[in-house]
């Protein structure tokens, strides 16, 4: 199941509970969150170019529904690639799992980043537009998955009480 969890710095962001890709649980929170975060970061205007190389077939937005299949496996392998060209040193697996650190840290024994930490990283930058917040801010977009709607709404009361 999709959560927020608060890194080490104190910054609400978003994970993964399962694992995302072959050989994962692929929990329908889990795919639903990826694939609307693969969306966000593939249809950035500052992704212009990448999606011009990908080519029209494999820069088409994913259906957000929860279902992984070749094509979301396919978006986590672009991804990863695209973040180790930008210098992100991720492992290329074609999976995305949860930080057992809570999140925005190294994979124990490894210099190498946890991909759902690279996500939130980059979708962070490119769409947060104040000097300060939460990914949470995601939920106040128009395309934001009903079905994730609760996952903020457990976040934030756990964080009233």
Not at 63 to 80: A, E, L
Request: aromatic share 10%; charged share 20%; proline share 4%.
């Amino acid at each position: 199941m999709a959560k927020v969890v608060v890194d080490p710095i104190g910054i609400p962001v978003f994970t993964v509970e399962m694992g995302v890709g072959a050989g994962r649980a692929n929990n329908k929170d889990d795919v639903t969150l990826v694939q609307y975060l693969l969306n966000l970061w593939l249809n950035h205007s500052s992704m212009a170019v990448t999606r011009q190389k990908m080519g029209l077939a494999n820069s088409r937005k994913l259906d957000v529904d929860g279902i992984y299949g070749p094509k979301t496996g396919h978006r986590i392998r672009q991804f990863q690639k695209w973040a180790v060209s930008e210098s992100w040193p991720l492992i290329c697996d074609g999976r995305i799992d949860k930080n057992p650190n809570g999140s925005c840290g190294e994979i124990k024994d490894t210099r190498k980043t946890y991909t759902i930490d690279a996500l939130n990283t980059v979708i962070y930058v490119k769409y947060h537009t104040t000097t300060f917040g939460t990914m949470t801010f995601l939920s106040d977009r128009s395309d934001f998955p009903n079905s994730l709607k609760m996952m903020i709404s457990r976040y934030l009361f756990s964080k009233e009480l």
